[in-house]
């Protein structure tokens, strides 16, 4: 069966700090690979995605994320991270036989001054 | 491109009212997607459309929750009748054929008093 992880549910960076966001996925083929952002109060806004290709993507925001299928990841980064980056960030993969996505429990990430 | 309408955007009602929320997905996607996000559950996919026809229900809760989509631009998630434990807020997302990507609205906030 399909699922994600991601295995840190808070992380407190410092502004200007680097950021890593681990994301391990589980599904037998080539997934669908996505991160999605959520402010307080707000919906869930797509930051980047990975279909194939270059395994190294650009999002927005300043975000990128690699694709390492050895290892069943997708983690998030970001070389300096901004106040307003504070969000919830979710991992979601999508097979290729199907349109549903398998979201993650998400990580909290707080920005601290 | 106004992105996905979700109405209304809060709702309190008390329990054993009936709740209608509103879905307008982006034109010309072809799948819906109803979700409900709740602390302890995190995101959980209720129901998914194509083209007007619901394909996977599976995550509706129980028979107090209905969907329909009555056409391409237009859907309701119903719940009757509400209950406390139905407090959450309700995401509903759409998707081109063929693109994966999920676009989601801003979500409903419900509270059942």
């Known amino acids: 069966a399909q699922s994600v992880t991601q295995p840190d549910i808070h992380i407190t960076v410092s502004e200007g700090a680097s950021l890593e966001l681990r994301c391990n996925y589980s599904y037998g083929a080539t997934p669908y690979l996505f991160w999605y952002v959520q402010s307080p109060g707000q919906g869930l806004q797509l930051l980047l995605k990975y279909f194939s290709g270059d395994t190294l993507v650009q999002g927005i925001k300043g975000f990128e994320a690699e694709f390492k299928r050895s290892q069943s990841s997708f983690n998030l980064r970001k070389p300096s991270v901004h106040w307003s980056d504070a969000a919830e960030y979710f991992c979601?993969?999508?097979?290729?036989?199907?349109?549903?996505?398998?979201f993650g429990t998400g990580t909290s990430l707080t920005v601290i001054p | 491109d106004a992105g996905v309408i979700q109405s209304p955007r809060h709702e309190v009602t008390e329990m054993g009212q009936e709740v209608t929320l509103r879905c307008k997905p982006i034109?010309?996607?072809?799948?819906l997607f109803w979700y409900r996000q709740t602390m302890m559950r995190g995101l959980e996919l209720l129901i998914y459309?194509?083209?007007?026809?619901?394909?996977?229900d599976s995550g509706m809760p129980e028979d107090r929750f209905s969907a329909k989509m009555p056409n391409a631009s237009f859907s309701t998630l119903k719940i009757q009748p509400s209950e406390p434990r139905d407090s959450a807020v309700y995401f509903c997302?759409?998707?081109?054929?063929?693109?994966?990507?999920?676009?989601f609205g801003p979500g409903t906030r419900l509270l059942v008093l």
């Open positions: 997302a759409s998707s081109p054929t063929g693109r994966k990507t999920q676009y």
């Open positions: 459309f194509n083209n007007n026809v619901p394909i996977d």
């Open positions: 034109s010309g996607h072809d799948y």
């Open positions: 979601a993969v999508a097979t290729n036989t199907g349109n549903q996505f398998y």
